[in-house]
């Protein structure tokens, strides 16, 4: 354990990892990797989520609940917030995050947003049935070693083990589920500012929710560049806010090349270009050599033929 890190006990003697809000995003990534979670403490302040709140609140009552057992008949799933809450941009590009997203999907071109959401698990609510997130992807068998996505969920209010706080099998993102019945699981508690981050791979599931109040986090979800995301970006934030945002943002949200010959539009233009009016085009193959070495064989074989 690192200096200025925590734990705390699971189910089984299972240490919940707890890492300082300082703490190096690879370091962050390799945790990630060894069982499938990470929880940094204290992230960001009470005055960035009450501003938040406060933006997400019409919307989150406007929010209808589930509409089955699995989204939650008192859950209440409240997306768009790149669009509906300025203030969630921030959490979406916080450095600590997009560094250890961009460590822990490295062997992608790119990474882009996949999902923004709160959630907010009302009393009353039964626990999840447990998942692995990736199964939107048409429950597609990606390799044991092949990372999809890394999922974000940001403590809006404190997460406990009475109002619903996260359930995670850790280590079962390289198990088959019937390998995973022998692993117990933990909840992942942590204060008001804190983030959980977990993988695609992972079995998890929301908390039931046997409190007076309602557990609320922010899911913001990335994936690797060359997937279909789960909340369409493009709809969600229409483009006269689109064009408000910074190119950084932009790029994150999908308005860019995800890899070789992905995302370009008409005649080969870049779609960030496109958004601001210009030309500007679609990088050709020779720029992805530095990706992984199959791009460089081919570029290589066209230098030689």
Sequence with gaps: MQLGESSSVGSVGHQARHFAPDADPADISAHLAEYGYAIVDGVVDASTLDQLHEEARPHIEASAHGRDIYDGRHTRRTGALIARCPTARRLVMHPTVVGTVEHFLGHATTVQLHLTQIISIEPGETKQKLHRDQMAFDFYPFPPDYHVQCNTMWALTDFTAANGATHIQPGTSG???????????????????????????????????????????????????????????????????????????????????????????????????????????????????????SFQTFVDELDHR
């Design 175 to 293: 198990m088959t589920d019937h390998e995973a019945r022998a692993v117990e699981e933990i909840q992942a508690e942590m204060t008001r500012g804190s983030v959980l981050f977990y993988d695609g791979k992972v079995l998890h599931g929301g908390g039931a929710n046997h409190s007076n109040g309602p557990r609320q986090g922010v899911n913001i979800t990335y994936a690797v560049g060359w997937v279909r995301q789960e909340e369409n970006q493009f709809l969600a934030c229409p483009p006269e806010i689109a064009r408000t945002l910074d190119d950084d943002l932009l790029r994150m949200m999908g308005y860019q090349q995800g890899a070789f010959a992905l995302g370009y539009v008409g005649d080969q233009q870049d779609p960030l270009a496109v958004l601001r009016g210009t030309d500007e085009k679609v990088k050709v193959v020779s720029a992805f050599t530095e990706s992984n070495e």
